[in-house]
């Protein structure tokens, strides 16, 4: 009996260990298999408790990301969830206040997430609504409302900690914007109001906007108008002068992305043209002279993808569609440029292709593509990609 009693004692101490190792190895899954990715891969991680596209995310200062709204199966959602790169796991955290897609979302000084626009209603109508995320209390509230709906707008922080929201559609229907417009506001995160700011030269809608920290302004550059035209225009804008024209680009872009360089220079890819097809084109706007030069070409033509900068100087552009005059493809394909060579070269592909999705550079270093539309279905997946 004491022989007996004594193998069962080894035998539950032994299987104690077996569990408390398992559960250690799940808990360290993500830092083991990403420990050995090899560079320039893409390794599924946790994925998301709800399916997405046209969402925000947020790096918050803690090194989580906020992930907020968007749409599933075309209907915008409020839920909201937080991924926590050291886990590898997402988790749902309070909703948003109002249903929201194709909303703008940026990190106040404060730490707190401002989140305003967007869609509603099956995306036929643009919201004024503006909320807040509190990461101390894991609550949205509401703040000052937009002075004007909008939905597919840029929001930009300026030096001064306070927020500029520019251009974007202001009404929708089933075919998506039917009215743009060129004004601009600026919300004030000490009173939580929005003001009038001056109009741009131009509306448009699906722009980007980059803040250029050595001449202390906001680069807005293409986009489309009313009609659906892309853009080629570009302007900038400071608190002391409002907007003034720059640099005409190369050519037209709208639903392109554009990205800060180490340099201070900017760097635009992609996008719709002007013949209503993805383009390869890609150009850097160089904020000394105001001026557009045409760069290296994009290995795949694309739109709607995502791009960010890595810790090395690079930017790395990924997914989004292809769109020819006879079929759109869905892609899961990625590149880099290189500053310095002004060249592309194809880096590892995602194990989903998507469109609508995010990039986000974590504070480890890897990138974070979250959710976005499939080929079939909006996903919930998310993957990490290893420089």
């Known amino acids: 009996m004491k022989s007996l009693s004594k193998i069962s004692a080894i035998a539950l ?14 808990q360290n899954a993500v830092d083991y298999v990403l420990a050995f990715a090899p560079s320039r891969t893409w390794t599924l991680t946790g994925g998301m408790h709800q399916a997405r596209e046209e969402h925000t995310a947020t790096r918050l200062n803690n090194g989580t990301v906020l992930v907020a709204g968007g749409a599933f199966n075309g209907v915008p959602i409020v839920s909201t969830e937080l991924f926590n790169p050291a886990t590898g796991r997402w988790t749902s955290v309070a909703n948003l206040k109002v249903d929201r897609a194709d909303a703008a979302a940026v990190l106040l000084n404060n730490g707190q997430v401002l989140v305003a626009g967007g869609c509603t209603t099956n995306c036929l109508d643009a919201t004024s609504t503006a909320e807040l995320y509190n990461p101390a209390t894991n609550k949205w509230t509401l703040t000052g409302s937009l002075l004007t709906a909008r939905a597919f ?8 900690g306070q927020v500029l929201a520019a251009g974007g559609c202001t009404a929708l229907d089933i075919n998506g914007c039917t009215t743009d417009t060129n004004s601009a506001e600026i919300y004030t995160p000490s009173t939580g109001k929005w003001t009038h700011a001056a109009p741009m030269r131009a509306a448009r809608s699906t722009h980007t906007a980059t803040f250029l920290p050595a001449k202390n302004a906001v680069l807005v550059a293409g986009g489309a108008n009313a009609a659906g035209d892309p853009l080629a225009s570009s302007e900038l804008f400071t608190i002391a002068t409002g907007w003034t024209l720059t640099g005409r680009m190369n050519s037209a872009h709208a639903e392109h992305t554009a990205t800060l360089l180490p340099n201070g220079n900017v760097l635009v890819a992609g996008g719709e043209n002007i013949s209503g097809v993805s383009q390869n084109l890609a150009e850097v706007y160089t904020a000394s002279t105001g001026k557009w030069t045409l760069t290296g070409k994009l290995h795949t033509p694309r739109q709607e993808h995502a791009a960010v900068a890595l810790g090395n100087g690079q930017v790395l552009v990924v997914g989004g569609n292809l769109v020819t005059s006879a079929n759109t493809f869905v892609l899961a394909s990625a590149e880099l440029f290189n500053p310095i060579t002004g060249v592309w070269s194809t880096t590892g592909s995602m194990k989903n292709a998507r469109v609508g999705h995010t990039a986000t550079l974590l504070t480890n270093g890897l990138v974070l593509a979250t959710a976005g539309s499939g080929v079939t279905d909006d996903l919930a997946s998310a993957e990490l990609y290893t420089p």
């Open 153 to 160: 707008f840029s929001l930009t922080k300026l030096a001064t």
């Open 13 to 26: 101490f032994l299987t104690a260990g077996l569990l408390l190792a398992v559960t250690c190895r799940a």
